[in-house]
């Protein structure tokens, strides 16, 4: 957690998370990754698309886990949501895009919230088989209506135009595609890193550290889980929404359970609490799944030996290492 | 006559075969500091976990300024009777800074505190309140220090300042000096009579002088029923608390 190591500064200005600076740790992630993904080959342009994607799905998952200590295995659910949303939106509807990704993301505030209220009062271990039991049961519906969603097959949609300024980009240039989603993931952050530094931030930070105390403070502790819950779903949707633009496609494997655990290996190995830890994860362990994958199919045990082995020199993740030799 | 802050009536409470609390009735007046004595097992904590809703009680009521709020979640009793616990055991937030505990516990009245838009920095009412919290309980100089590195007696220093966060008018200290060094123990008797003002405050403790020296009334439990209630001055002549507190035979 950041917590320690800004102590040095909260000594001068008593206050934990110095946000300005998360701010510029940020940028210096940010700037090479959009450099890199401008200026290289097709298909590494795309593997940048995939890290900054896959960065939204784990900053919103670092609200639950980090900020929250709510330990969700089943993110996959709302990652399936928001790419079908905005699939079938389009396919069936004939919506554009903004649409198409709002109706996505309304539909992942909706199912969080009805799924969050029943889940989020339960603790610990509970809690992490409810949410794969949510997760299992979307998935295996996404499997089975056929119809709907392509099944295991899936199903592919062009993806409209989009509308901006008053001009019609296409999303069929790879550029285009990757400045757009680079765009939101920009956003994305910056919403993120002003929630957390705001007054509703300070009661998550409080729900990590110590949440009985906050009961008894007079903090209805279940409203700001769950309103975390939803948080994070939402921007779980919206990743899921960006990957299906992303390829044109969708299927019930977005729903999968091994989707669910991407963003846990991500925020761990990058470090949780933090905000930048997990799009640090995400930089090192994707390519890695990406390059050794392609070469090995049980590459999971790799990564596997990997994140323990981090996690039991350092349980801070990565940036527990880049802060301790400043 | 004064208000009653705090009533319980016919309060029981039943751990399996175990009774822990046997049919307590409490009458505690507004602007009083309401010792509450007796040897270990006698039902103090039990009490505490009950009034602030940690535990249902098995029967019986509680009122706080008249107000039923028998079964009511914790944090409505909290918040909506202003209610503040400082707990036997110390619960603060070990990584944050005193004055961000502080502050949190301000936040839960603060009308801003849904927001999150603006920087919490921003609500610099709350950050004021907090720092004359801190100066109260003699925390000023240690604002910027992580609360886990504190002192055991500054850790209770600060449970109390977390507890005055919602300004509360009932206050509930338990156990304050259990664990306290006696140099220390001095100065939470003086932070106690300094944040008595304009409050109710029921001290639980195991230490019978200290409890003496501070509290108007003082009522001593035993088997989790009520033996004796009186001014510190009955208390120390009462017979019955001699026998089974004081080990007199």
Not at chain 1, 176 to 195: G, Q, W
């Amino acid at each position: 957690m950041i917590s320690s190591t800004y102590t040095k500064i909260a000594k001068d200005r008593r206050f934990i998370i110095r946000t300005p600076k998360l701010t510029t740790v940020f940028l210096m992630i940010a700037l090479p990754l959009f450099l890199l993904g401008m200026i290289s080959p097709k298909y590494i342009t795309s593997l940048v698309t995939d890290i900054v994607i896959f960065s939204i799905y784990a900053m919103g998952y670092d609200i639950l886990l980090g900020f929250t200590n709510q330990f969700s295995y089943g993110q996959a659910l709302y990652f399936g949501l928001g790419a079908y949303g905005v699939l079938l939106s389009v396919l069936h509807m004939g919506v554009n895009l903004w649409t198409g990704i709002i109706i996505a993301l309304t539909i992942c505030v909706f199912i969080s919230l009805l799924l969050g209220s029943l889940s989020v009062r339960l603790t610990g271990a509970y809690f992490v088989i409810i949410t794969i039991i949510f997760n299992l049961v979307f998935y295996f519906l996404a499997l089975s209506w056929v119809w709907l969603t392509g099944g295991d097959d899936g199903l592919t949609f062009t993806v409209p135009p989009l509308d901006f300024l008053l001009i019609k980009l296409s999303l069929n240039d790879h550029i285009v595609k990757f400045c757009f989603i680079f765009s939101l993931f920009i956003i994305s952050f910056l919403i993120l890193e002003r929630l957390i530094s705001s007054p509703l931030g300070r009661i998550f930070i409080g729900i990590r550290e110590n949440e009985e105390r906050l009961t008894f403070l007079g903090y209805d502790v279940f409203r700001y889980k769950l309103i975390a819950y939803v948080v994070s779903a939402l921007f779980s949707g919206l990743s899921g929404a960006l990957y299906a633009i992303r390829l044109g496609y969708a299927s019930a494997e977005f729903f999968s359970l091994s989707l669910s655990a991407l963003p846990i290996v991500y925020t761990l190995v990058g470090g949780m609490g933090t905000l930048i830890g997990p799009v640090i994860g995400t930089i090192i362990i994707l390519p890695f799944t990406y390059f050794v994958g392609a070469l090995w199919k049980h590459y999971f045990i790799i990564v596997g030996a990997l994140i323990i082995l981090l996690l039991k020199f350092n349980p801070k993740g990565v940036i527990g290492y880049i802060m301790k030799y400043r | 006559m004064a208000e009653i802050a705090l009533e319980t009536r016919g309060l029981t409470k039943r751990f399996g075969g175990l009774c822990a609390l046997d049919g307590v009735d409490l009458k505690i007046e507004e602007g009083e500091i309401r010792g509450l004595i007796g040897p270990n097992g006698a039902g103090k904590s039990t009490l505490v976990n009950l009034i602030i809703g940690k535990l249902k009680p098995t029967t019986g009521k509680i009122l706080i300024y008249g107000e039923d709020v028998t079964g009511l979640p914790p944090h409505a009793i909290i918040s909506e009777k202003r209610v503040g616990v400082a707990f036997q055991h110390v619960s603060i937030f070990p990584k944050m800074t005193v004055l961000e505990n502080v502050w949190l516990s301000l936040h839960a009245r603060s009308k801003r505190r849904w927001n999150p838009f603006i920087r919490a920095e921003s609500l610099t009412n709350v950050k004021r309140k907090a720092e004359e919290i801190c100066d109260l309980v003699g925390l000023g100089d240690k604002m910027g220090e992580v609360a886990a590195n504190l002192s055991y007696g500054d850790q209770k220093l600060l449970e109390f300042a977390i507890a005055l966060g919602n300004d509360p008018l009932l206050l509930l200290l338990d156990e304050p000096i259990a664990g306290v060094s006696p140099g220390e123990t001095e100065k939470i008797a003086k932070v106690i009579k300094e944040i008595s003002k304009g409050r109710t405050i029921v001290l639980i403790e195991h230490n019978i002088d200290f409890v003496l020296k501070l509290a108007d009334r003082i009522t001593v439990l035993d088997k989790g029923k009520v033996i004796a209630e009186g001014t510190p001055q009955e208390i120390r002549t009462n017979e019955r608390v001699q026998r089974v507190y004081l080990g007199v035979e």
